[in-house]
């Protein structure tokens, strides 16, 4: 038993928070994958599955976006757990995670992206109704308006304003320290700054959060290099 309950605390300990969001800033995400196959979802305790669902909600945007060949378990493993946890889950986090799950399966079928990218808008806004002041809900918001066309209702600049409300919460919360969701609610903010035409707030953004990260893979090696080159032109 006590060999048992060591290895337990050993394997927490391999993939803490702490590690997870170092992988996250180096940008590899192999590790969030081990960890995911490292656990039997259902033998968690309920605070333990409420933390796997949040890195499950990130990395299967990754691994859609990488083309891995799990993408289309992890999301339909993703769309179960969440079901499982909604009785326990705040309704807006809810209606979040739904809102992503509908909005990865528009990225994976684009034959059906316009109705997924719709359905996605509707809970998401309904999240919205439910606690305008989850700092969560307001990213995803903004990033719903950000990616989403014209045509259905996408506007950058609201998003943008979704961005820094999102981020004064995530502070007044305390919620930052080894904190995913936080550092990519800055990252959202860079990007439309961008595409909003305020690129040299963009680049002086993207070297804020390198003082505060520098192991930032993307921002380090790919976004600033993109937006100095830009600056140029």
């Excluded at 083309?67 to 769309?79: C, G, I, R, S, T």
């Excluded at 528009?106 to 509707?122: P, R, V």
Aim: glycine share 4%; proline share 3%; charged share 25%.
């Amino acid at each position: 038993m006590t060999a048992l309950l060591l290895a337990s605390v050993s394997s927490f300990a391999q993939y803490s928070d702490a590690v997870l969001f170092d992988a996250y800033l180096r940008a590899d995400m192999s590790v969030w994958n081990s960890y995911l196959h490292a656990y039997d979802f259902n033998k968690l305790s309920l605070r333990e599955k409420e933390r796997y669902l949040n890195y499950e909600y990130g990395y299967v945007a990754t691994a859609i976006d990488q083309k891995e060949p799990d993408a289309e378990q992890h999301l339909q493993n993703f769309e179960k757990h969440i079901e499982a946890l909604k009785p326990h889950l705040e309704k807006a986090m809810y209606l979040d995670y739904m809102s992503s799950c509908v909005a990865y399966k528009a990225l994976m079928n684009k034959a059906k992206f316009i109705s997924y990218g719709l359905e996605s808008k509707k809970l998401i806004y309904e999240a919205f109704e439910v606690d305008s002041l989850n700092p969560s809900v307001l990213t995803l918001k903004g990033n719903v308006d950000f990616y989403a066309p014209k045509m259905i209702g996408g506007n950058k600049k609201r998003a943008l304003g979704y961005f820094y409300k999102a981020q004064r919460l995530f502070e007044q919360k305390g919620d930052t320290v080894n904190n995913w969701n936080y550092v990519s609610c800055l990252q959202c903010q860079i990007e439309c700054e961008d595409k909003v035409g305020n690129t040299d707030k963009a680049i002086r953004l993207a070297r804020k959060l390198l003082a505060r990260y520098p192991q930032h893979a993307y921002i380090r090696d790919i976004l600033l290099p993109d937006l100095l080159k830009k600056q140029k032109k």
